[in-house]
């Protein structure tokens, strides 16, 4: 149990205690009741709002609640001090034993602190990636991949059964553009020159698809119509785009549990069976779509589609699942896909780019319907970025069909510089990505500001066992309230993991690692002008000892964050 955990189990029964005695009534909703520092850190360690909360329910005045419940929370070993302030908040000063103790319950507890057991019992779906298998990742896709990544690590990390999921679009004409494209590669590799018209795909990753399709079939498909090869071909090429899917992701880390197939979705009925079970609900109906707004096409008739009641659920207007030809639309689509999903998962989640806004409020409705409201759906869109190099637009690689690939820009800065610069902001606001300024050695780069903590620390470490220091138990009463400040922001690390899995937002690791790596070299640094404020002091063992105790808890929440987060923590910077 951590501090804000355990204190919010004494507050629990200082109200537990005022019920008994007549002051509280019972059966109060404490669901709202919350235990976190204050915004003002010279108001205290901890504050509660309980008072401000339950008094209005109760029928009592929250300045009288509140002192009541000061009073009660006064008794704890734990506390020196409770303020009562304004209408009703609550501050409480801490012992610098009980920041002691919790030093010690992060050593205790290593891997596993701030692992949380909040989303226990609940599978989460997230599906992340789903670019269509027409080609090598390229940078586009990268932050969409490192945020659902990085979202999935952090719900399994506060106790979520979490299923990631690739959604492989391999039912629509974009496959079939690939098809025609790699049949040119086909005939290139028997000999024949080749020109890629426009509209097909032109870039070189395709040679190797059409030299492996020549090998297996000889020159059977070079003069064939296409309804003989477009399906063979098709088949295989988006096989071979999925290798290099796979491979790309894996050089960020990423892996998926499941590439579910729209050509399988769709072949196996599931958008049939979606619609009837919508329509035994009245959810679907046989209705003609209102004219376009303005001025109206020649060619437009009214024509009978079956239409999604999405108004129903906030949407502006019913929306067509197939189209006039009876071919499923892209809603229908994805309609039957997150009915399958909701199949297995307790709760949803898309991670899609901002360019897909305007389909957010009918697919909610959508899911909505199907579940009756009972699976938690959330769509997170992710800006794009802008690739720089010393501030100048990136090129962009002829070899790939003119986009930059996820591959080179990881083989360039590393994967761990990729990963932690792309949750160094909120994934809804835009980004620069700039070559020169992320592998920069500088406080402004947090990927290195972190990175550097971690390294420092373990280096204090080596060379406090050149020292003979090492090892050892540690008398923390040595550390003082200096000191003890690190292992304030520290605690919070739980209550950030908590606070990221509630909010669907992996960048407030990055945000929390990145202040309190900065604690943590504020502190090194005043070393530098008071030698006694050291974290190694040759002729002080006692003081060195608990000072490494101290170092070595920071280290272990700075891996713990960089974990979730999909960051390796070195040990040693180049």
Excluded at 13 to 39: F, K, M, Q, Y
Excluded at 177 to 204: C, Q, W
Excluded at 260 to 288: C, F, I, N, W
Excluded at 343 to 350: E, F, G, K, M, P
Aim: aromatic share 8%.
């Amino acid at each position: 149990m951590t501090l804000y955990t355990r204190f919010a189990a004494h507050i629990d029964a200082a109200l537990d205690a005022l019920t008994a005695n007549g002051t509280l009534s019972g059966g109060l909703d404490r669901r709202n009741v919350t235990v976190e520092p204050p915004r003002d850190a010279t108001h205290g360690d901890l504050a509660t709002n309980a008072a401000m909360v339950l008094a209005k329910p109760a029928g009592v005045k929250p300045r009288a609640l509140a002192e009541a419940l000061a009073a009660e929370l006064e008794t704890l070993p734990e506390v020196s001090r409770v303020d009562v302030a304004g209408p009703g908040f609550i501050n409480m000063v801490l012992t610098d034993d009980s920041w002691r103790e919790e030093l010690a319950a992060i050593h205790a507890a290593g891997d596993d602190y701030g692992r949380s057991t909040g989303g226990q019992g609940t599978t989460v779906n997230i599906e992340y990636v789903s670019a269509n298998p027409t080609g090598p990742m390229h940078m586009g896709h990268c932050r969409g991949a490192v945020v659902g990544d990085a979202l999935a690590s952090l719900l399994e990390f506060a106790g979520s059964t979490v299923i990631r999921e690739y959604y492989v679009n391999d039912a629509g004409g974009q496959v079939d553009v690939l098809a025609r494209s790699v049949h040119l590669r086909y005939r290139e590799a028997l000999g024949e020159d080749v020109t890629i018209p426009e509209g097909l795909y032109p870039g070189d990753y395709l040679v190797p698809v059409g030299q492996s399709l020549a090998a297996e079939f000889g020159d059977r498909y070079r003069d064939a119509p296409e309804a003989e090869w477009l399906e063979p071909f098709r088949t295989r090429a988006v096989a071979a785009m999925l290798v290099l899917i796979k491979d790309d992701l894996a050089l960020l880390g990423i892996h998926h549990d499941l590439f579910s197939s729209e050509a399988e979705l769709q072949a196996a009925g599931k958008p049939e069976a979606a619609e009837a079970d919508l329509r035994a609900r009245d959810l679907v109906y046989d209705g003609v779509l209102e004219a376009p707004k303005g001025e109206t096409p020649d060619d437009w008739e009214p024509v009978v589609l079956p239409l999604f009641r999405s108004t129903a659920f906030g949407d502006d207007q019913d929306r067509p699942i197939r189209k006039s030809n009876g071919q499923w639309t892209y809603f229908g689509a994805d309609l039957a896909y997150h009915y399958q999903k909701a199949q297995s998962a307790d709760q949803l989640i898309d991670i899609w780019g901002a360019d897909h806004a305007g389909t957010v409020k009918r697919i909610v409705a959508a899911v909505a319907a199907l579940t009756g409201g009972k699976t938690r759906f959330d769509v997170k869109l992710i800006q794009m970025v802008r690739l720089l190099r010393g501030g100048e637009p990136v090129k962009m690689s002829k070899r790939a069909g003119n986009f930059v690939t996820l591959a080179d820009v990881v083989r360039e800065v590393g994967k761990d510089v990729v990963r932690f610069t792309m949750l160094t902001r909120r994934a809804d606001a835009q980004m620069d990505f700039d070559f020169a300024k992320v592998v920069e050695a500088s406080k402004d780069n947090p990927v290195f500001y972190v990175q550097y903590a971690h390294a420092r620390i373990a280096s204090v470490h080596r060379r406090a066992a050149e020292a003979g220091i090492e090892g050892g138990e540690a008398d923390l009463s040595r550390l003082d309230t200096d000191e003890l400040a690190l292992v304030k922001l520290a605690a919070q690390f739980p209550r950030t993991i908590e606070t990221a899995a509630a909010t669907r937002e992996p960048h407030r690791i990055a945000f929390y690692l990145y202040d309190l790596a900065a604690a943590f070299h504020a502190a090194w640094n005043v070393g530098n002008d008071r030698p006694d404020r050291r974290f190694l002091i040759a002729d002080d063992a006692g003081a060195t000892r608990a000072r490494l105790f101290l170092a070595a808890g920071i280290g272990q929440i700075v891996r713990n964050g960089l974990r979730v987060m999909g960051v390796e923590a070195v040990t040693e910077m180049n």
